[in-house]
Each structure stands twice: as structure tokens, then as C-alpha cells.
């Protein structure tokens, strides 16, 4: 009877191991901090993404700068398609679960896709993301939305992307790096820095860089600050610092929520 008691717990112990490790998977809130090491990311995006040679090179280039050992066997792969809305990524993602197996999938709508004027558009974003969702959790990786940010001239949507990121999050137990609303704060705060390419649509430097600077301080819970500036830019290092800065203080404030 001792045998089968222990032989019973053994296997409880064990079902509930797999059920805390799977667990972990699923964001118990939109607003959760993250655990792991999560070192090994995949970014589906599009030239939001891809613009300023990459957000996942900024990101790479701020872990080996803050992570211990310089971050090594870290990898961050950006997967982006030209003006791409999510859904076109879903045979992407299917095929690279083939090659790898990822810790964390960062999925990005294209820019105001999630509140588009057509409710198809709309509901095409939930749909794919419901499904690349479900596609990642069985792959055992976590899922990171990727908010995105309104256009230079209609800061008014901010809070519109925002609650659709954290709408999809809540549906699909994803996570959220508040990048959209990190924007918003340092137009609010820094004027000065200029966040937007030409077209007040897609990035600048700025904009990539503090994009990267969210993605750090979403995946490791730790700040910035004193990261790597961008190497191949003419960034000085005070415009670095406000843009950390700004990145820390919109996580820990989001996660707050």
C-alpha cells in the first residue's frame, strides 16, 4: 500500500509539473510580467518591423550589452513581409516551427489593421491571431503583441491600438509590449525627439530603437537604461537615455495596469 501511495504522489507531482510548465505559456493577464530566459525570438511583422535594419538587430545589440555573458546563445529572428497584415504570416509561422523551436513569437499587426474602418479587416486580424496564437502554444512558445502606433498626425488612436492589442491578448492568453503607448509617452515628454521616417507613418531610428528598447524590458523585466546605443547611427547618447527611460517606465506602468 506504501508503494502505491508513493507511486501516486510521484505522479501527481509530476502531472502537476507539466501543468505549471504549460501554464506558463499562457499569460495569466494582458498586463503580465513575463518569466524565463526567453532567448530564443521570432518577430512576424512588416516594415514596421524591418525599418532601420531591423528591431530585432536593436534588441540584439541591447542584450549583449545588458544580459550576463553578453547574452550569448541569444538569437532574435525578424520573419516580416512588406506592408503585411498578420494573416499573411500564418503559413510563415508554420513553416519555421519546422526549423526551430521558439521561446517567444512576437506578432505585429500591420500599423492600424486592428482598427480598421472595415470590420473584415478587423476581424481577419482576431481570426489570424487566434490562430497563429494557438499555432505558437503548441509549439511551446510564448506570444508577445507587438502594439503598434497611430499615425504622426492622429495621436488620437493611441489608446484605440492599445485596447485591441490588449483585447487580442486577453482573448489568446498573450502577452503585450506596450510599444504604441510608450510612443505616446515620449511625445508627450520629448518633443524634441522626432519618432517618425518622413512619411509620419513608419519609424525613425528614434522610433525603432525605443520599439527595441519595450521589447527589452517586456521579455527580461529589466530596464534599459545604459544599453547599447544603435552603432550604426548618429544617435547621441542623451536622446538614448530618454528613449530607455521612457521604455522602462511605460512597461512597469502598463504591467501595473
Not at 512619411?199 to 525605443?210: F, K, W
Amino acid at each position: 500500500m506504501k508503494k502505491i501511495t508513493l507511486l501516486a504522489a510521484a505522479t501527481t507531482f509530476a502531472l502537476s509539473s507539466i501543468c505549471v510548465q504549460a501554464d506558463t505559456l499562457l499569460a495569466p493577464s494582458a498586463y503580465a510580467k513575463m518569466d524565463g530566459e526567453n532567448k530564443i525570438v521570432a518577430l512576424y511583422g512588416n516594415s514596421f518591423t524591418f525599418y532601420n535594419n531591423n528591431i530585432n538587430t536593436r534588441l540584439r545589440d541591447l542584450t549583449q550589452s545588458l544580459l550576463p555573458d553578453h547574452a550569448k546563445g541569444y538569437k532574435y529572428r525578424g520573419i516580416t513581409i512588406s506592408s503585411g497584415h498578420l494573416g499573411w504570416q500564418i503559413e510563415n509561422m508554420r513553416y519555421q516551427n519546422t526549423l526551430q523551436k521558439w521561446d517567444v513569437v512576437i506578432l505585429q499587426g500591420n500599423s492600424t489593421e486592428t482598427i480598421s474602418k472595415k470590420e473584415s479587416t478587423r476581424q481577419n486580424f482576431v481570426d489570424s491571431a487566434t490562430q497563429m496564437a494557438e499555432m505558437a502554444h503548441k509549439a511551446g512558445a510564448k506570444v508577445v503583441y507587438f502594439m503598434t502606433w497611430p499615425k504622426k498626425d492622429k495621436p488620437e488612436d493611441s489608446q484605440k491600438l492599445a485596447d485591441a492589442y490588449i483585447s487580442i491578448a486577453q482573448k489568446t492568453g498573450g502577452y503585450v509590449a506596450p510599444v504604441g503607448l510608450a510612443f505616446e509617452k515620449a511625445r508627450t515628454t520629448h518633443p524634441e525627439i522626432n519618432l517618425y521616417y518622413q512619411d509620419g507613418v513608419h519609424p525613425s531610428i528614434s522610433g525603432t530603437y525605443l520599439a527595441a528598447c519595450v521589447f527589452f524590458a517586456t521579455l527580461y523585466n529589466q530596464s534599459p537604461v545604459g544599453g547599447a546605443l544603435p552603432i550604426d547611427t548618429d544617435m547621441n547618447p542623451a536622446t538614448a537615455k530618454a528613449l530607455q527611460q521612457v521604455a522602462w517606465e511605460t512597461v512597469t506602468e502598463f504591467q501595473k495596469s
